[in-house]
């Protein structure tokens, strides 16, 4: 089944039809920010006013039906660091600090909207519709290396009694492995994580290489028992007027945001 764009005045997400909770992936359309964060700019830490974050929020929360209250943020460090947030955590990123790094987030609290950032990482969002639980994941080539992917999944599974077979899984838009290229080291660390599984996803003899991430992360996915995934074919990088890139501009950016909840009433 392939991810769909919604459009609501100027302003554009995807989203991905086996996630059957409410959730998107951002583009860079629709919001206020202006110069080089225009326009729909969601990280707080880009040099974008706080107002223009805040309205952005406004904008995607009102299009997707969430208060940017609801939010709650990563603290990304490219680690495989998976944290349990609820209720009372609601705000942090947006309204409070975010009391320490993560890169994952799960719930089974309803009203939370879990948050995280990319700007040619791999965003991945998980649905458990079993026992009423979801995850997001940033998945760098660092995070990626470390299974954060699979962490998530056994983090809910710890958590919440969520059986792998039931998650629902989504890996939103990030670079593609055409233009991903890198030195030895990014190979390295996933062959050293999934041993040969890994290979299929590298291309090239060195000294530079192609490596695909999302192909990476659905390895790691399916290892821990996940069935049902869909991955967006687009690559940051190509599409770099429709989604921010890191790769392309630099610091010179804004941030995507990848968001997904559990609606209020949905509870065991």
Known sequence: MPFYTKT????????????????????RRG???TG???SL????NRGDSPENVLRNYEILGSALGFSPADTVFTRQTHSAIVARVGRADRGQGLFAPVPGERDGLITNEPGVVLTVFSADCTPVLLHDPVHRAVGAVHAGWRGTAGGIAAKAVEAMTSAFGTRPEDIQAAIGPCIGPCCFETGEDVPA???????????????????????NLKQL???????AGVVTLEICPDCTACQNRRFWSHRVVGDHRGSLAAVIWLPEGDRP
């Open 8 to 27: 609501q005045g100027s302003l554009e997400y995807l989203g991905s039809q086996v996630l059957t909770v409410p959730h998107a992936f951002t583009t």
């Open 217 to 223: 992360n659905e390895i790691w996915l399916r290892r």
């Open 189 to 211: 660390a996933m062959v050293k994580a999934l041993g040969e599984e890994a290979l299929p996803a590298i291309a090239g003899n060195g000294p530079k290489y192609h490596v």
């Open 41 to 44: 700019n969601l990280g707080t």
């Open 36 to 38: 080089y964060l225009e």
């Open 31 to 33: 919001g206020c920010s």
